[in-house]
């Protein structure tokens, strides 16, 4: 897939990007459109990252207008007030990316709802992303923090640094429609919230995962995890992701589904199961299945169960094993909570 966008963003001082804004990525864009924009920013074929001055936005405003972009024009002409520096990107989003403006390119498609998580490849993204702090002034290097600090500080001026982080939050970047956030620090740029999701104050949502939505987000999301339709994460429960691990096993959750408070799995979930609240299911955690009749039919490791629906995953509060049953009754959301009208 080729995506193609136009950017402002924020370099240090020795001119390597920190971090980049591109107010509106389109993913396959017109053959047109890419024609004009190269043609006006003498662009190479494939992927690229054209820096360029406001000055050159007039010849890629008529160029766009000319191909019959009427949107991106207006954009490009935007830029043209600009007193930092702009680029253009062109990309492959199938192939692995070699610069900042790459990566920041593809954490915008993820969080425009452009592509869902694991629908874009982010190897090695890790070590193209400097170490910043997000402060009231915008992204500093942390190397020329201390620089920044002072001449503030000289001009009368407090430095507050929010984090010290390789990613932004997302909502500096994206706000997508038809979504609650009680706390927008907890949600990174290249999330995926779905129309109707609501994260709460201790919910957190990772990079490359998100929520299909409506569902209510009280627990964490982690890198890699993708939340369905109609579920939710009770406060305090994890999802676990693959980064830190070891394993390469995809994490997800069905639609329909509860995990209970301070809960967390280690196996993906299908539709309509239910984990109980404090219950945490690893992979090779041992769990009992029951029949209709509560009866003992095996003992079996939960990564068995993965991706399988309608299971109540429970733990047995007299002899403390994990049990399994079929679950009775798939989760219900309350509609009037999930409006985002």
Known sequence: MLSFALGIGTQN???DWLEIYYPAPLLNPDDSLVKAAQKALDAPQGTSAISFLPEHCASLTKALEAAGHPAQAELADSLSASHRPLVAMFIDTDQPPQTAPEVYLKLHLLSHRLVKPHGLDLTGMFGLLRNIAWTNEGPIDIEELPARRLRARLAGRT??????DKFPKMTD???PTGIRIGDTSRVRLGAYLGEGTTVMHEGFVNFNAGAEGPGMI???ISAGVMVGKGSDLGGGCSTMGTLSGGGNI???VGEGCLIGANAGIGIPLGDRCTVEAGLYITAGA??????DQNQEVNIVAARELAGQDDLLLRRNSQNGRIECLTN???VALNEALHAHN
């Open 13 to 15: 001082t020795q001119g």
């Open 159 to 164: 430095l507050s640094v929010d984090c010290v």
């Open 173 to 175: 970047y994206v706000v």
């Open 218 to 220: 009280e627990g964490r």
């Open 250 to 252: 995809i994490i997800k």
């Open 286 to 291: 041992k769990v009992t299945l029951l029949d």
């Open 328 to 330: 009775k009754s798939a």
